[in-house]
Nanobody
Framework: VQLVESGGGLVQPGGSLRLSCAASGFTRDYYAIGWFRQYPGKEREREAVSCIASADGSTYYKDSVKGRFTISIDNGKNTMYLQMNTLKPEDTAIYYC??????????????WGQGTQVSVSQ
């Protein structure tokens, strides 16, 4: 399985970014895929931000991003998107795409992407 992220960058507070994660190589017909983030200086900690189940589209959002971030999936393209609006400096982190096969939740992912930096600053 390969997860390829894109869409990170530098944006001012209040701005928007869209992250993409293109997935390939799944051997199960359903999976959960989402985003974790790792804050600067906390290399051992990754927190779940959002997750979506390919089977039924059910979603999870961390409380601090509810109403600002929207996760979606294009099953035909095996690509997942995270639209991030009203970004705040505290959203600054490395964002990792992660997937768990045969699941409706992203806990304990089987696969990880390489990470993409999101920086929110004036």
């Amino acid at each position: 399985v390969q997860l390829v992220e894109s869409g990170g960058g530098l944006v001012q507070p209040g701005g928007s970014l869209r992250l993409s994660c293109a997935a390939s190589g799944f051997t199960r017909d359903y999976y959960a895929i989402g985003w974790f983030r790792q804050y600067p200086g906390k290399e051992r900690e990754r927190e779940a931000v959002s997750c979506i189940a390919s089977a039924d589209g059910s979603t999870y959002y961390k409380d601090s991003v509810k109403g600002r971030f929207t996760i979606s999936i294009d099953n035909g393209k095996n690509t997942m998107y995270l639209q991030m609006n009203t970004l705040k400096p505290e959203d600054t982190a490395i964002y990792y795409c992660a997937a768990r096969v045969g699941s409706y939740g992203c806990a304990n992912p089987d696969y990880w992407g390489q990470g993409t930096q999101v920086s929110v600053s004036q």
